[in-house]
């Protein structure tokens, strides 16, 4: 079974000088380091196209575009996803985990002494899983925020299939702009979700403001066009 999601931040995103981290609920899943690894040539090479790519986007990518409640209608009309109930088993935890996650993105404050992002000291093991506690700690404290202080609009629609195995689903976060999504299953299911996924920021879109400022709406949509 492959598996694949594509995001903006992931449910947890944090970066150090020399690491990033991402997770869930459950704290940090990966470590990556990557500011001071030295590139191979496969990765100098990969590097040049995703440039090339990017610039393509960019000259070709027109000023059109939709809001987030346009998108959920494009989504559910042309691919005939299926918004998941709020009082379905799978709502609570992956809704609490992306409020966390934007809590220490958007709202850091509300943390308390865990407000500063974790230090990596080095890159020895022991290091490193302090670094990884600490960012576990700091993922529970968000969690523990009521949602009276902090709260999303948290929405997540899925598209059934005849194999229970494949999976495919899109989620959207109204408040701050959010479109995420994953694909689990056959390579068809994957590779058709990509598609999908890519068409659906070309439809999300720019303005002519965005792209003259480079906000992030546009850096978003530029970076998954030339995934």
């Known amino acids: ?16 000088s020399a690491v990033s981290v991402i997770g869930g609920a459950d704290g940090p899943t990966s470590i990556f380091f990557k500011k001071n690894a030295k590139l191979t ?20 990518l ?9 998108v959920i209608e494009y989504i559910v009309n042309r691919y005939r996803f299926a918004e998941v109930d709020k009082d379905a088993e799978e709502f609570p935890e992956e809704y609490q985990q992306m409020r966390a996650s ?21 890159e020895s093991p022991k290091d490193v899983e302090a670094y990884i506690r600490q960012s576990e ?3 529970q404290r968000a969690m523990e925020i009521p949602s009276t202080e902090f709260d999303i609009d948290f929405h997540k629609f ?22 995420g999504g994953g694909a689990g299953g056959n390579k068809k299911v994957v590779k058709n979700f990509q598609s999908i996924y890519k068409d659906i920021y070309r ?25």
């Open 1 to 16: 079974m492959i598996n694949f999601i594509l995001n903006r931040t992931g449910v947890y995103e944090k970066s150090s």
């Open 41 to 60: 040539l496969k990765q100098k090479i990969q590097r040049a196209k995703n440039k090339i790519k990017r610039f393509y986007v960019d000259k070709t």
């Open 62 to 70: 027109s000023c059109e575009s939709h809001s987030l409640d346009e």
């Open 102 to 122: 934007f809590i220490i993105q958007y709202a850091p404050e509300l943390l308390g002494e865990s407000t500063a992002c974790p230090k990596l000291k080095s």
């Open 137 to 139: 700690e700091r993922m």
């Open 158 to 179: 899925k598209k059934a299939f005849d194999d229970i195995n494949d999976t495919m689903y899109i989620v959207i976060e109204k408040k701050y702009a959010y479109i």
């Open 203 to 227: 439809y999300y879109g720019v303005t002519k403001e965005d792209k003259v400022s480079k906000s992030e709406r546009y850096k978003d949509v530029v970076r998954t066009l030339s995934q």
